[in-house]
């Protein structure tokens, strides 16, 4: 695995913080080395980079105590969900003290008139969606993994549904978090919408826990849909399952997910669940609504993709027949890791204009050709997000250079097509150079940010911003 | 109308950045005493601070002179759109040099397959949907005034069809901006979403020209809908139209706007408009999608209305009927204005829980009647946000401050009812002092921010945060 320089270790700050805090958190600190270990390395292709110690708290002002301890000797503090960030993002290169959520997994209110819930940060998605089933609401943000919402907030994770539903930044109302001096804040409050002053929501959703430590988050609720459609197609190329996915847009047609998995992909699903799929470019489609309106858009999808080259458009509203249907969306992880049993994914994402997937697409399959990688893509199509998975050999050297070079291309070629090098992963560790590429001096402004709210740089240092 | 204490004047300063500017802008620079006025003082309460010069750039780089001589010189700089913001947001205390950006009103690209245009800051959300008109796409971002999109940005405005559309935040996918440094970035690309570093994008949307000032901006664009239908319905009490609201948003009707006005708003209109609507709290919806679809949505609707005490439920979506119905609507103002003529209407919003709208509307009516001021109340109803307007007599002191009283209480009622001191008008000078009693500590870091990136304070000073 690539290793990123370790920054320089306060080794006597450490020691005194790890003193206190062992005395007030007790069996709730840990400085074991396997728990220090499985807490600096997540499922990314960074190498695993400890924490000096472990603490679960149970209450804000037991984060407030943490980091103010952290404060007052200059130690890192690294927030930690459950450990699904794909770029580095809890690793922690400057050692320091990793604070774990998983004791804060309360919900605090829903509120069923307000379709709004209050949740404190280690809370997984599923786990609420579970509570809310009896309420006929749920929250709709699925990034894969059961991550829990206090990270996918700092990384503004999004996902399948994203085209329908928005981002993190768009489902979560407010924050509560404990500030790199030890003040507990609140950014905003229960109202839908608010012009008060500046957008501190936003600017602590995908900080990374750089910024500001989340210890609460009020989220937005959505009913769910009476009906559910799910709707397959398979298209000649790339380019057409891009059109057809541009024109569904352009029509109008609300769709709740819209996948495009690239014929390598498809191969892979094929061979792992003994599906018969035409080995081309498919498209993945959920509808949400009435059962009248879920109907009309399937229908209305089907012709727009006849038109434009698509065959075997099925859909339903079968529930049964849903879940066949996306069997080869769920199963791609697992189907990507059998093309090449043994080897290590590196999953890497861009987003670009939607007018340029389809040359992005294949301008990264001609790439991984050319390179002799193998490299299947599965897409969030309709924001023009895809992924592409990596499979190395951890033990061959030359190839992970390959790997690490083609990544680094194809970031620049996001950057090119006026898109970003990572839609929906973060920045970490893993592309921090990226960013600089891509925003050029308005780096600097957020390095000001940075220093003028945590001007010891002990909130996770060393991502996102170079210091 | 009430002063704002003006913050103390760089006169040499003023001076000095005057002649330079004089000098590089010819006749695009002006210093006559009515056109300075005419900048100084918008449709708000806050009496005129009139700017010592006006230019009208042509391009980024003349906003990047005229900031560079400002900071140079230490010159406050005031960024000015269509001059229809509410809380004083382009008025000069401090004087300085107002940007009018009407000349920067160029609709740079449409892109139709990505849904999103590049504009200036002077295009306005008309002349944008005009320009739009036969690409089957529109902006949909409608606060009433024909404002220019880069102050929409600038005060984080929405309007009617936020409910369904969201307000700025979400419909700028990045910006280039000026900082007061002089420099020039860009906060984004055309990438539908991002999680590429700390959201400058969303922190300059609602930074009221405190941080940057906007010269460009790519929104999103959304897809004309094929049918759009109208409806209207009479309730009893505020309380049963909340519920039919509430009920609603629940059941997952994607209405495109839901506006709520009050029995003294219907009673101004019937008598302006010559309408003879029944003098009770009045809900106007609009539905957008295909003909199947708003029809389904309307009659769904009218059934959930209809369990909730509504009465006379129409609807229709035959454009002449549509203007019709919404007639009460557009009428509003003027309608108001004339409920006592040769008042002055001072507006203020609020935005709460849509489970408090009712309660709180109610509070305010009370008040009103207690106070003896009339404020008739419109509501974007679906975001639980509400504007009042108080007509009163601006030779009356007496009046003015219980006027001045009641804006006070209402901010504290919604602070007390977990809402917001503003929904969508934003801080400006009208509204410091409720913006740090809404969110207390939090406000110490917009200023750390915003002395961090402007510290000079040149920046639209005397808005938003106390210095």
Chains 1, 2 share one sequence.
């Not at 799910?230 to 047609?253: H, M, N």
Request: glycine letters at 8%.
């Amino acid at each position: 695995m690539t290793a990123i320089a370790a920054i320089s270790r306060n080794e006597a700050g450490i020691k005194t913080v790890c003193g206190v805090l062992a005395q007030r958190f007790g069996d709730r600190f840990s400085t074991s080395a396997s728990i220090c270990m499985h807490h600096g390395h997540t499922t990314t292709w960074i190498a695993n980079q400890p924490p000096d110690a472990v603490i679960s708290p149970r209450e804000t002002e037991e984060v407030a105590a943490i980091v103010s301890a952290c404060s007052d000797h200059a130690v890192p503090v690294i927030p930690y969900g459950t450990g699904t960030s794909l770029e580095g993002q809890v690793n922690a290169p400057g050692g320091g003290i990793c604070i774990d959520f998983s004791e804060m997994n309360r919900i605090l209110a829903v509120n069923e008139d307000d379709l709004d819930c209050i949740v404190e940060p280690g809370v997984t998605r599923k786990a609420l969606n579970v509570h809310l089933r009896d309420s006929g609401l749920f929250f709709p943000i699925d990034p894969g993994a059961d991550a829990s919402l206090g990270g996918m907030a700092s990384t503004r994770a999004s996902g399948t549904n994203a085209v329908r539903y928005g981002t993190m930044k768009d489902n979560v109302l407010a924050l509560e978090a404990v500030m790199p001096d030890g003040q507990i804040i609140s950014t905003g409050n229960r109202a839908s919408k608010s012009s008060a002053g500046y957008d501190l929501t936003r600017l602590l959703i995908g900080a990374e826990g750089t910024l500001g430590v989340i210890t609460r988050l009020t989220l937005k609720l959505h009913g769910i849909p009476e009906a559910i459609a799910s709707a397959s197609c398979c298209f000649p190329s790339i380019d057409d399952a891009c059109q057809a996915v541009i024109a569904t847009k352009q029509y109008g047609l609300p769709v709740a997910r819209i996948e495009l998995l690239d014929h390598l992909t498809v191969k892979a699903v094929n061979a792992y669940s003994k599906l018969a799929l035409p080995e081309t470019p498919l498209l993945l489609l959920e509808f949400h609504g009435s059962n009248d309106s879920v109907a009309e858009q399937s229908t209305d999808f089907g012709e727009i993709a006849e038109e434009l080259g698509g065959e075997r458009f099925i859909w339903t509203s079968n529930d049964e027949e849903r879940n066949r249907l996306w069997q080869a969306r769920h199963d791609v992880y697992w189907a990507t890791l059998r093309l090449r049993p043994g080897a290590t994914v590196f999953v890497t994402d861009i987003c670009v204009p939607i007018s340029r997937l389809a040359e992005s697409v294949r301008a990264a399959q001609d790439k991984a050709t050319e390179t002799k990688l193998l490299a299947p893509i599965v897409g969030h199509a309709g924001d023009g997000n895809f992924h592409l998975s990596l499979l190395v050999d951890e033990n061959d050297a030359e190839e992970i250079r390959r790997a690490d070079e083609f990544v680094g291309w194809l970031n620049e070629l996001a950057i090119s097509m006026d898109g970003t090098c990572t839609g929906e992963h973060g920045i970490g560790q893993g592309k921090m150079a990226y960013l600089e590429r891509e925003l050029g001096a308005a780096t600097r402004y957020m390095a000001s940010i940075k220093s003028a709210i945590d001007p010891l740089n002990i909130l996770n240092p060393g991502k996102i911003l170079q210091f």
